[in-house]
């Protein structure tokens, strides 16, 4: 496990975490700031709170601030650099030389993101399979045509269907992990997935997360400007718990430090582009007309509900569980069910993030399985 832990007792750090602990913990946790967490997102891990009064978390990618008594993340910084489309093919090429001896699946999601690696795999003639999650719905339609189509770029293409790997599902056989993460609400998503590579033989699945900050926001002409976090681009509580444990090692394209130094100097001085016209451009020789002459955008809104509502019997029994044995505050009745007393069918972000929130935590206590 990367994910260290800082005892502010004895001012050491450890990452092996026993049974008396674990205790501790749940003695310990702060409801609230993991709440407060989940509302600022991984992305602003630097203003999180501590959930464990004292037993701080320090995640992948971060270091622990002596002087400041918390852990801070640590920013890749680039280079400013005159690069251009040979550039990019360079270090994509290198990166992809690194698992020139393995088995590669890229997750194929329809979105412009993880098409360019596929284009780009594609281009070099090198090898891969393509495993993701599709739908039927209406708001999905864009997507599943991309899904086709690249699909028949690799080896095999398989497509889980996503009404049966719905947010929020078989939440009681989560496997036992010693801190609560908000990313256990999609388990059985990727555990779908990750199911699917491990009966190919998968070892190295790619995808595109980060790529939406790379491509799409605005890139600040100053280095000393830019953040970029790229160990938070593959959620670690989802490497750690879901495709570790299957022989997977989860790895974003986006994540690597010369393709970010690359499409750094690229959009430097951009503005934000949430359409990702330029990458569509610029990446035009490689996909397909679909992707780069329209512009869609999907909403994953009805599948989370959809999962929420088929879930909710399942979720009250570990929130009602969690109180029962714990006591916790928050897990209470009293203040439970008027959280899910409300017009839960709109989309409150606010709201849904409080619910999630507690929902992670009362599965990570049932996964303990004190």
Not at 27 to 52: A, M, P, Y
Not at 139 to 145: A, L, M, P, Y
Not at 338 to 351: A, E, H, Q, V, Y
Request: proline share 4%; aromatic share 16%; hydrophobic share 40%.
């Amino acid at each position: 496990m990367s994910t260290l832990f800082y005892n502010t007792y004895s001012q050491e750090f450890f990452n092996d975490v026993s049974h008396e602990l674990i205790f501790q913990f749940i003695k310990e946790l702060n409801v609230r700031n993991f709440e407060f967490n989940t509302r600022k997102g991984v992305l602003n891990r630097n203003e999180w709170k501590n959930i464990f009064e004292n037993y701080p978390i320090i995640y992948k990618g971060m270091k622990w601030d002596a002087f400041k008594q918390k852990a801070v993340e640590v920013p890749f910084q680039p280079k400013i650099n005159n690069v251009g489309w040979d550039d990019f093919l360079e270090v994509s090429n290198k990166f992809f030389n690194k698992f020139k001896d393995k088995k590669i699946a890229v997750q194929l999601s329809g979105g412009l993101d993880s098409s360019i690696i596929i284009g780009l795999l594609s281009f070099f003639k090198i090898p891969f399979w393509t495993v993701g999650i599709s739908s039927n719905r209406y708001e999905f339609r864009t997507e599943k045509v991309i899904q086709k189509l690249l699909g028949k770029l690799s080896n095999d293409s398989i497509l889980l269907d996503f009404e049966s790997y719905l947010p929020f599902g078989d939440l009681k056989n989560i496997p036992a992990h010693y801190y609560p993460d908000i990313h256990a609400i999609n388990f059985t998503t990727q555990n779908g997935m990750a199911q699917v590579c491990q009966d190919l033989g998968i070892e190295i699945f790619l995808t595109g997360d980060g790529g939406d900050i790379l491509l799409g926001e605005a890139i600040p002409s100053s280095t000393d400007q830019f953040r970029c976090y790229p160990q938070v681009f593959c959620p670690e509580w989802i490497q750690e718990n879901v495709y570790s444990p299957k022989g997977i090692e989860l790895i974003s394209f986006y994540s690597n430090n010369l393709i970010i130094d690359v499409l750094y100097n690229l959009r430097r001085g951009q503005k934000d582009d949430n359409s990702k016209l330029w990458a569509r451009n610029f990446c035009s020789r490689i996909l397909p007309n679909e992707l780069t002459d329209f512009d869609y955008k999907a909403d994953f809104w009805g599948l989370y509900q959809s999962g929420f509502f088929n879930a909710i019997e399942e979720i009250n029994f570990l929130i009602h569980q969690a109180y029962d044995v714990f006591k916790i505050e928050q897990f209470a009745p009293k203040e439970w069910n008027p959280l899910i007393g409300k017009n839960l069918n709109r989309m409150d972000k606010d709201l849904y993030q409080i619910i999630e929130s507690r929902i992670a935590l009362a599965i990570w206590i049932n996964s303990l399985k004190l």
